[in-house]
């Protein structure tokens, strides 16, 4: 047992020696040149070879703004560093620009242009390369112009030349391109309306629709952000649109008979609207026209009502149109369903006259219930009370009936025990749905 807890734990130091060593070559290969002040950076795309690390600084002064540090492997001084550029002109790296003896070098104020640091101590040599590349910004402006405007909205082309940053396809002097990024941010009246990343944008023309209704002139803007979160804008233009909304909200959607629904449009950018009111079964039950603000002084928004009189499941639909300037832009919303709740009839069996505040009277409960008649008998027939309602009115409190018997006979408190009712009730269902109850209540006098 000891010799294989012994062979454990050796296997175990030998894979912590590799993992070290692994770690310690990372190090070595990829952490000796870095740029700790660039804005991004990137990676070469060599067609062969050892890539190299592109380091980008947004230079919006217009200054070279490069800085490159090397710093020895083993943070110990001692280190020669030999910093030179690659010359294009010859192919090789040209004559020292900087040298260094200490554990760290900084090369700053650095143009464009692959740098190449060689640190020596000794008989151990190694050497790092990386690009430098000034993102400068650009003077040039978006172009954007609006091409057409027809039912569908306004129609606008952008186009923008992006700078291209190049380098060498080391150790060729073949020319690359670094890949950037494009955001396009078209807005309306300052709230960004579509934002699209294009990865090497190559300037040629991009096509933005504004497809919503709205009212009065709008003011457009293109913006154009680079890498660098640069912006370049593009002058305002100003329009209308013909684009028509026909979406409307409405409340309440469901409720008992008759039911008053609102209808409120939004900024639909219409000359006309004509409500149609569907049953389920999309039979027309009532068209409603109505003139919008742009033609008169109503303000835009105004409620449309339509009272629905019986139970059931509805639909409305809005036509909206925009004729300004002849164009005759159409647009039909449908509505989600209104519902209007079937009729309820409830008769409680019994109650307390005394006077506490809690169920003092006889209600009936109804919901949606057109008119009824009550009559009250005691235990031998004779009748004591009678109320009724031929007009009922709705969103009664917890649905009680706005009359009911309070428990007096003549004005005096009658005696407690059994009494019976009839009861005639009319539903607002389209066909009159009737109902008779017949049955019997407790009056009760204790508190």
């Known amino acids: 047992m000891r010799l294989m807890v012994l062979a454990i734990l050796n296997k175990f130091r030998l894979f912590l020696g590799v993992l070290f060593a692994l770690i310690l070559c990372q190090s070595t290969l990829f952490a000796q040149i870095s740029a700790p002040t660039s804005s991004y950076n990137s990676t070469t795309q060599y067609t062969s070879g050892t890539q190299d690390e592109i380091f980008v600084f947004c230079d919006e002064a217009g200054v070279d703004m490069g800085e490159l540090k090397a710093v020895s492997h083993d943070a110990i001084s001692g280190w020669d560093f030999t910093w030179t550029k690659w010359d294009s002109g010859t192919n090789t790296f040209g004559a020292p620009i900087k040298t260094d003896n200490s554990d760290e070098s900084v090369l700053g104020n650095l143009s464009n242009g692959l ?76 709230i960004e309306l579509q934002r699209i990343t294009f990865a090497d944008y190559n300037g040629s023309g991009k096509s933005f629709i504004d497809d919503e209704a709205f009212l009065n002139v709008a003011d457009y803007t293109m913006t154009v952000i680079d890498e660098c979160d ?64 742009l033609l008169t002084e109503v303000k835009i928004g105004e409620n449309e009502t339509f009272t629905y009189l019986h139970p059931g499941k509805y639909l409305v639909k809005l036509i909206a149109t925009n004729n300004d300037d002849s164009m005759n832009c159409i647009d039909v919303f449908t509505s989600s369903e209104i519902t209007v709740e079937g009729s309820i009839f409830e008769v409680p069996n019994v109650f307390t006259p005394n006077g506490d505040g809690k169920n003092d009277k006889f209600h009936l409960k109804l919901y949606s219930v057109k008119s009824y008649s009550a009559k009250i008998f005691n235990r031998w027939g004779r009748l004591v009370y009678e109320f009724q309602e031929s007009d009922v009115s709705t969103g009664l409190a917890d649905r009680k009936s706005s009359k009911g018997w309070d428990g007096k006979i003549n004005g005096k408190l009658a005696a407690p025990g059994t009494y019976f009712y009839v009861i005639e009730a009319e539903g607002r269902e389209e066909d009159g749905k009737h109902y008779t109850e017949k049955g019997s209540l407790t009056l009760l006098h204790d508190k």
Not at 239 to 260: H, I, M
Not at 278 to 283: F, Q
């Open 230 to 293: 640069f912006e370049y804008h593009s002058d305002p233009i100003s329009s209308k649109t013909y684009a028509v909304d026909a979406t409307f909200t409405f409340n309440p959607a469901t409720g008992e008979a008759p039911l008053e629904v609102s209808f409120e449009t939004k900024d639909a950018n219409a000359t006309d609207y004509r409500w149609f009111f569907y049953k389920n079964s999309k039979v027309e039950i009532g068209v409603v026209p109505l003139q919008d603000s």
């Open 115 to 190: 740098y190449r640091v060689v640190v020596n101590k000794g008989t151990e040599t190694r050497t790092y390369q990386a690009w430098v590349i000034n993102h400068l910004k650009n003077t040039n402006q978006p172009s954007f112009t609006k091409t057409d405007m027809d039912c569908v909205g306004v129609h606008f082309s952008a186009s923008y030349v992006a700078a291209k940053y190049q380098y060498f396809d080391f150790p060729s002097s073949n020319l690359l391109e670094l890949s950037t990024t494009s955001i396009f941010s078209f807005k309306r009246n300052g």
